[in-house]
């Protein structure tokens, strides 16, 4: 198989060959048609996340070894059955559930493999992913079929939409008028903003630095949308939310962010924290006590809701991320633009096998 892969990080990916892996046991190995160019995928390649104080977590250490095909947002066809691989055929269509932990352990079984803390085997970070021709689905129930969506556009439901969708999931349930507060409106705020739309969420306040980004928020159907730069952004979040707020779902959760949402949350407030942008929150104590309030990361999703998600994509009521395509050999010049900030939407590897 060919591989696109992170040889050295922060290095230019290289165009490798490598072993096509032979499926064993219930292993499935499936071509890949499509993957998604994730914002992730730009820590992965650098090798760290910022974990505030000027403190780095490496991905070295973490046990991420390279070289490495990336790439967690796959879909592909069925190649090859392993002698104990049931349910799916040669030649399906499936997308490629990417969070896969040991496979034995109860939360692997009961499909949350995203929360399996015996082992991480995530496709695209600790195993080679959709940078490739080919990648391994270790189980025939992390293949999910798209139906009739648009196989790029599933392709980004296995991070970025179930990123979303998962973490909404935590904010719920809140009466379709209560106001849920969304930080950040790149391409994961926009998904937030037709997840919630698709589940009839009515009051969507949106919180971004960029006036663009919040004009476009507001026309995908945002009911409010706050500037998020500068002192007063909390007062300005009730302002727009007619008070302290339910839930607020940071997407971006840096230290200032993070801040100004958990600052604007009420009596029972959540705050959902996905982003990986990096930095610390200083909680007072007696306040979180008496308030009674939830501060809550949310890692990706699971398979259930992967399959949740794709059902109401189906139902044709969620509003599809904008997407592009790019050859897969071009992978490389597709992660510098994420990089430098030229991305819209998403942009969406097409291999050759498409
Ligand atoms: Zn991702
Ligand atoms: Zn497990």
């Given at each position: 198989?060919?591989?696109?892969?992170?040889?050295?990080?922060?290095?230019?990916?290289?165009?490798?060959?490598?072993?096509?892996?032979?499926?064993?046991?219930?292993?499935?190995?499936?071509?890949?048609?499509?993957?998604?160019?994730?914002?992730?995928?730009?820590?992965?390649?650098?090798?760290?996340?910022?974990?505030?104080?000027?403190?780095?977590?490496?991905?070295?250490?973490?046990?991420?070894?390279?070289?490495?095909?990336?790439?967690?947002?796959?879909?592909?066809?069925?190649?090859?059955?392993?002698?104990?691989?049931?349910?799916?055929?040669?030649?399906?269509?499936?997308?490629?559930?990417?969070?896969?932990?040991?496979?034995?352990?109860?939360?692997?079984?009961?499909?949350?493999?995203?929360?399996?803390?015996?082992?991480?085997?995530?496709?695209?970070?600790?195993?080679?992913?959709?940078?490739?021709?080919?990648?391994?689905?270790?189980?025939?129930?992390?293949?999910?079929?798209?139906?009739?969506?648009?196989?790029?556009?599933?392709?980004?439901y296995?991070c970025s939409g179930i990123t979303v969708y998962s973490a909404i999931k935590k904010?719920m349930?809140?009466?379709?008028?209560?106001?849920?507060?969304?930080?950040?409106?790149?391409?994961l705020?926009?998904n937030a903003?037709a997840v919630l739309?698709a589940l009839?969420?009515?009051?969507?306040?949106?919180?971004?630095?960029?006036?663009?980004?919040?004009?476009?928020?507001?026309?995908?159907?945002?009911?409010?949308?706050?500037?998020?730069?500068?002192?007063?952004?909390?007062?300005?979040?009730?302002?727009?939310?007619?008070?302290?707020?339910?839930?607020?779902i940071?997407?971006?959760?840096?230290?200032?962010?993070?801040?100004?949402?958990?600052?604007?949350?009420?009596?029972?407030?959540?705050?959902?924290?996905?982003?990986?942008?990096?930095?610390?929150?200083?909680?007072?104590?007696?306040?979180?006590?008496?308030?009674?309030?939830?501060?809550?990361?949310s890692?990706v999703g699971n398979?259930k809701e992967l399959r949740e998600l794709i059902?109401l994509s189906?139902?044709?009521?969620l509003?599809?991320?904008?997407?592009?395509?790019?050859?897969?050999?071009?992978?490389?010049?597709?992660?510098?633009?994420?990089?430098?900030?030229?991305?819209?939407?998403?942009?969406?590897?097409?291999?050759?096998?498409?």
């Amino acid at each position: 198989m060919r591989a696109w892969a992170v040889v050295e990080n922060g290095k230019p990916l290289k165009e490798i060959e490598l072993p096509t892996p032979e499926p064993k046991g219930t292993e499935v190995l499936v071509e890949v048609t499509h993957c998604g160019v994730c914002h992730s995928d730009l820590h992965i390649w650098e090798g760290y996340y910022d974990i505030g104080g000027g403190k780095r977590m490496s991905l070295g250490d973490r046990g991420v070894t390279l070289p490495l095909a990336m790439g967690h947002e796959i879909v592909g066809r069925v190649a090859k059955l392993g002698p104990d691989a049931k349910g799916v055929k040669v030649g399906d269509l499936r997308i490629v559930y990417p969070w896969i932990g040991c496979g034995q352990c109860e939360k692997c079984l009961a499909e949350e493999d995203n929360m399996c803390a015996v082992a991480a085997r995530s496709l695209g970070v600790y195993q080679n992913g959709g940078y490739g021709t080919h990648v391994i689905a270790p189980h025939p129930r992390h293949l999910i079929d798209p139906g009739t969506v648009d196989p790029a556009v599933a392709a980004t439901y296995a991070c970025s939409g179930i990123t979303v969708y998962s973490a909404i999931k935590k904010a719920m349930p809140l009466p379709p008028d209560a106001p849920i507060v969304v930080v950040g409106a790149g391409g994961l705020g926009m998904n937030a903003i037709a997840v919630l739309k698709a589940l009839k969420h009515r009051n969507i306040v949106v919180v971004d630095v960029s006036a663009e980004k919040r004009e476009a928020a507001l026309k995908a159907g945002a009911a409010k949308a706050v500037d998020g730069s500068g002192e007063g952004v909390t007062k300005r979040i009730v302002e727009a939310a007619g008070g302290p707020v339910q839930a607020v779902i940071d997407l971006v959760n840096g230290t200032a962010t993070a801040r100004f949402a958990f600052d604007a949350l009420g009596k029972g407030g959540k705050l959902i924290q996905v982003g990986l942008f990096g930095g610390e929150l200083t909680v007072p104590l007696p306040i979180m006590a008496i308030r009674a309030l939830t501060v809550q990361g949310s890692y990706v999703g699971n398979p259930k809701e992967l399959r949740e998600l794709i059902q109401l994509s189906q139902q044709g009521s969620l509003q599809a991320l904008p997407v592009a395509t790019v050859p897969q050999e071009q992978a490389n010049d597709a992660l510098m633009r994420l990089r430098d900030g030229k991305v819209t939407g998403r942009l969406v590897l097409k291999s050759a096998a498409a």
